[in-house]
T-cell receptor, first 114, second 112 residues
Framework: EPEVTQTPSHQVTQMGQEVILRCVPI?????FYWYRQILGQKVEFLVS????????KSEIFDDQFSVERPDGSNFTLKIRSTKLEDSAMYFC????????????FGPGTRLTVT | GENVEQHPSTLSVQEGDSAVIKCTYS??????FPWYKQELGKGPQLIID?????GEKKDQRIAVTLNKTAKHFSLHITETQPEDSAVYFC???????????FGKGTRLSVIA
């Protein structure tokens, strides 16, 4: 069964450093999402991406964040200058087509900012 | 915006008993309500979902009910097994491809 994959599983970085989290969505899926979960809190939406552009973003997704689909398979989330409060589990998800409700999640990347 | 509340935060049941997890939502425009199961070290896995034109949906030992008037929906797991132990999340969204708004999760422990 196809799955969303994410790398790395755990990333430790120092405050102020740039990080790139990588995702490989399910093949042939068209919509891509990033969510995050700070320890003990709810899973929160960050951004959705379709047709090579951002379709929706939350207020969390400020200028420090960017997303990219550099090739036909990868979908990346970049945090330019990490803060302590960026420490969280980051989940990538994908949906197969327009109008689809279901979103399929990857295993997540745990980001720790020290 | 939408707000989803989930109860209880933890739930322990004996193997073979039923488990019920409840969620409420605030936005009457929401019409899609999925449930996810998250096992240790894995991402959320979609286990069942319901849309607003349906009041109940069943898939083997799991079922979901929706009360649009009261704005609440519930997950029912019957004949629980140890492998049902996980964190369960409810969520809501308005339409296809829109962000999911999640509840805080319920840690279910099934005691053998």
């Amino acid at each position: 069964e196809p799955e969303v994959t994410q790398t790395p599983s755990h990333q430790v970085t120092q405050m102020g450093q740039e990080v790139i989290l990588r995702c490989v969505p399910i093949s042939n899926h068209l919509y891509f999402y990033w969510y995050r979960q700070i320890l003990g809190q709810k899973v929160e939406f960050l951004v959705s991406f379709y047709n090579n552009e951002i379709s929706e973003k939350s207020e969390i997704f400020d200028d420090q964040f960017s997303v990219e689909r550099p090739d036909g398979s990868n979908f990346t989330l970049k945090i330019r200058s990490t803060k302590l409060e960026d420490s969280a589990m980051y989940f990538c998800a994908s949906s197969p087509r327009t109008g689809t409700y279901e979103q399929y999640f990857g295993p997540g990347t745990r980001l720790t900012v020290t | 915006g939408e707000n989803v509340e989930q109860h209880p935060s933890t739930l322990s049941v004996q193997e073979g008993d039923s488990a019920v997890i409840k969620c409420t939502y605030s936005d009457s425009a929401s019409n899609y309500f999925p449930w996810y199961k998250q096992e240790l070290g894995k991402g959320p896995q979609l286990i069942i979902d319901i849309r607003s034109n349906v009041g109940e949906k069943k898939d083997q030992r799991i079922a979901v009910t929706l009360n649009k008037t009261a704005k609440h929906f519930s997950l029912h797991i019957t004949e629980t097994q140890p492998e049902d132990s996980a964190v369960y999340f409810c969520a809501a969204s308005i339409t296809g491809n829109t962000p999911l708004v999640f509840g805080k999760g319920t840690r279910l422990s099934v005691i053998a």
